[in-house]
């Protein structure tokens, strides 16, 4: 079986050439990252969704060949039940850490012979830190990318998540300054403090956490795990599983949107839980602002993010940088816009939010929650505050 048939008009033009030269502009394709320790159940949810009967035309992107140096990658199309194997010419590196557009165009130009896809998912390797990868499919509406971050979704293995989380052994590697500099794909993380490992970062990107194989616990080890995972980060989706069955695909794996949406934000007790010593969950709330406090939190945003600066906080002698893995937030204007925040890495987006309110929202439902490393809430809340000119009026939330 072959999709050629299957190709849209919308994505090829009559005369063969892609449709962004044509005239119609053509819909973009959702990718979803998915992430997991070793042997955490990533193989088994996809071959689950690769032998599902959905309808839909899903490609999966295995990592079955190892992490480098792959200059194709095993691509399976599934559509009702039936899987085709393609192969992805993804020049010298794996698609996970080769150059931005090396793998974004991979994938483009694979759709463009093949017809287009509904769904991608792309697994990374059980080592990737998924904020690496994230930012090259999070692109600007402006560089007429036809892919899309629909979102991350990390696997864990209930019975091993919480030794991982602790093993010295897992311990992210850090990158040479030189190495990370200018350069959005690499970044740098700091060696100070409680050890930092992978099954950390795939907890601090993910929009949906899995745990899986459940029945390898007890309920009260899979509180601890939930407990814990929670702390770290207080804005993904949490489901349990056994064999990595997901109960539907959507919400869970597709259509997850979680660029473009921040409902999780009115969870309550979001950024309360301190249980784990090196990554967590803060929440800063924020009042209606004015176009000029907007700027001021571009500004601060900027700092925090870009150079690693929080403005006006002198930190203490020889302690370390913060370190900002995902941030998402919502504001109104004082002309009763609302506006959302969404980032990842030292990448961030303010925009107008698709749903605008109907009335005047209480001001409570304004904040920024971020996800990260040596996140002070007292200092990050006087300094944000102090950046707006708002702190009597900006608390802990
Ligand atoms: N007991 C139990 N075993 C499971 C469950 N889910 C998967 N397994 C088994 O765990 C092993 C690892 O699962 P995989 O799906 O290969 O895990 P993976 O994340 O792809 O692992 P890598 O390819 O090593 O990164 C396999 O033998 C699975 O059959 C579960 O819910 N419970």
Not at 228 to 242: D, K
Request: with cysteine; glycine share 10%.
């Amino acid at each position: 079986m072959d999709f050629d048939d299957d190709a849209p008009p919308d994505l090829v033009g009559a005369d063969g050439t892609p449709a962004a030269e044509s005239e119609e502009k053509p819909v973009k394709v959702p990718i979803t990252i998915v992430t997991g320790y070793l042997g955490a159940g990533k193989t088994t949810l996809l071959n689950y969704i690769l032998t599902a009967e959905h309808g839909k035309k899903i490609a999966v992107i295995m990592n079955e060949f190892g992490d480098s140096l792959d200059i194709e990658k095993s691509l399976t199309v599934n559509k009702n039940g039936e899987s085709v194997e393609e192969w992805l010419e993804v020049g010298n590196g794996c698609i996970c850490c080769s150059v931005k557009d090396t793998g974004v165009n991979a994938i483009e130009q694979l759709m463009e012979k093949k017809g287009k896809f509904d769904y991608i998912l792309l697994e990374t390797t059980g080592l990737a830190d998924p904020g690496n990868i994230a930012p090259m499919f999070w692109m600007d509406e402006g560089l007429g990318s036809t892919i899309y971050l629909d979102g991350i979704v990390t696997l864990v293995d209930a019975k091993n998540i919480l030794r991982s989380l602790d093993d010295p052994a897992g311990k992210v590697q850090q990158q040479d300054d030189d190495e990370g500099q200018g350069d959005s794909h690499s970044h740098s993380h700091d060696d100070h403090g409680p050890v930092m490992t992978t099954a950390h970062v795939q907890i601090s990107h993910a929009d949906v956490i899995i745990i899986n194989k459940s029945d390898l616990v007890t309920e009260q080890e899979l509180q601890a795990v939930k407990a814990r995972i929670g702390s770290i980060n207080g804005l993904a989706r949490i489901l349990v599983t056994t064999q990595s069955a997901v109960p539907q695909l959507e919400g869970f794996l597709l259509d997850l949107h979680a660029y473009d949406r921040v409902q999780e934000l009115d969870r309550p007790g979001l950024g309360h839980s301190h249980i784990d010593k090196t990554i967590s969950t803060i929440s800063i709330p924020l009042p209606h602002l004015s176009e000029e406090q907007q700027a001021s939190l571009d500004g601060w945003l900027r700092s925090v993010l870009w150079e690693n600066v929080l403005p006006g906080h002198t930190p203490a002698e020889g302690s370390p940088d913060h370190e900002v893995h995902r941030l998402k937030g919502r504001f109104f204007t004082k002309d009763g816009q609302e506006k959302l925040i969404q980032g990842v890495r030292e990448i961030f987006d303010i925009f107008d939010s698709p749903s605008q309110p109907q009335r005047e929202p209480p001001a409570a439902m304004g904040k920024i929650v971020l996800i990260g490393r040596h996140l002070d809430d007292k200092s990050f809340t006087k300094s944000l505050g102090d950046a707006l000119g708002t702190l009597d009026g900006i608390g802990s939330q």
